[in-house]
């Protein structure tokens, strides 16, 4: 899988952080308009966790994903990439910064997942396109952002039972859901990528979680990039 020209910036090309920033910006305003935010699939048999980790003071970005049966949660295939990292680190642009590395590792997958849970942001991102979005469009698969932090938004108070949830709003407009998937835990924030509903993405979410705060997918994806004996 590559990317097309449109996904990312042409940074060797650019003279100027500055220049680099602007394209940035300029991709996600148009790429945003081809969010899906309805259910596009049927039955789903595989889901995948992907993940980044950086190496070598962070000058190789290092991406995983792990394919889990569903809705088993059983490991069935993994993928790791390393790369050198070519995009700085700027709030709100991470999926330039590492989505080179995390395509090379689709690349290896032999199996496409019927659903991608991504470690950021979807629709809940300042221009509505972080890295869940991004992803989603440019591989064109259902996609959904299960965040450790809040970027934007805000909200009321969150349930204290798993399952749990309140609206995570942006003056006014519902942009995602702060879950409780265990009790007496810090809630993990979820939004849209593509091709999924909120109320979808709550539920598969909540189906990926075990006795952990983090579903199953995200935390095979995250062990895959962080452990180097993993290559």
């Not at 952080?17 to 595989?46: G, K, P, S």
């Not at 809705?71 to 080179?100: C, D, H, K, N, V």
């Not at 938004?153 to 798993?162: D, F, L, N, Y």
């Not at 949830?165 to 007496?184: H, M």
Request: aromatic residues 6%.
């Amino acid at each position: 899988m590559k990317y097309e020209n449109e996904f990312l910036p042409h940074a060797e090309r650019m003279i100027s952080r500055t220049e680099i920033m602007a394209e940035a910006r300029e991709i996600q305003q148009r790429l945003r308009h081809r969010v899906i935010t309805r259910d596009v699939f049927h039955t789903v048999y595989h889901v995948a966790g992907i993940d980044v980790g950086f190496e070598q003071r962070n000058t190789i970005t290092r991406a995983a994903i792990a394919i889990l049966s569903f809705p088993e949660l059983t490991l069935i295939e993994q993928a790791i990439a390393r790369r050198e990292t070519a995009f700085p680190y700027i709030p709100g642009f991470l999926s330039f910064r590492e989505m080179p590395a995390i395509l090379d590792a689709f690349g290896k997958l032999t199996i496409t997942p019927d659903i991608l849970l991504c470690d950021g942001q979807g629709i809940a991102h300042p221009r509505r396109f972080g890295i869940a979005s991004h992803l989603g469009v440019s591989t064109d698969l259902p996609s959904i952002g299960v965040a450790k932090s809040r970027l934007i938004g805000t909200h009321g108070a969150v349930p204290e039972e798993k399952g749990g949830w309140t609206p995570l709003c942006e003056k006014g407009e519902p942009i995602g859901a702060v879950l409780r998937t265990r009790a007496g835990v810090k809630p993990l924030y979820i939004s849209i990528g593509h091709k999924i509903s909120l109320e979808t993405a709550i539920a598969t979410v909540m189906d990926c979680t075990t006795r952990y705060r983090l579903p199953e997918t995200t935390r095979w994806a995250h062990r895959l990039a962080s452990d180097r004996s993993a290559l």
